[in-house]
């Protein structure tokens, strides 16, 4: 690991130590009512849990690239943005073998691997 690496890594588990041990897991139903759901607030909640699964996904992936050679698990158009990412995950959602008891999180991430999965 280069020394750049190291200590970034080092950084990132200190301020994760810092942190309070909770997890505000949400489930695919709960997400599935947030996203359906009228209230702009609600609708608010959906896209910002959305986009941070995506986000933490995508950097990962592109962590495993860097640092170890990985071959790449997502390949998302540059143009993708909020509201596709809400209506992909919408529609995987609904698809009739989707578990929605799953964590929401696990679920976007079969959505993404779905939708923007690398040819191999």
Known sequence: MHRAQTYLFAIVLFLLS???VRADFI????LRLYCTSQ????DAICIVYITGAFDAL???DQLAQTTSGATP??????EVGPEELKQ??????????T????GASLLIWA????????EK
């Open 18 to 20: 810092a942190l309070p």
């Open 27 to 30: 489930s695919g139903d709960q």
């Open 39 to 42: 209230d702009p607030n609600d």
């Open 58 to 60: 995508t950097s990962m």
């Open 73 to 78: 698990q997502f390949c998302p158009s540059a």
């Open 88 to 97: 992909l995950t919408l529609a995987y959602l609904q698809q009739p073998d």
């Open 99 to 102: 578990n929605l008891d799953f």
């Open 111 to 118: 959505a993404a691997t779905q939708a923007f999965g690398c």
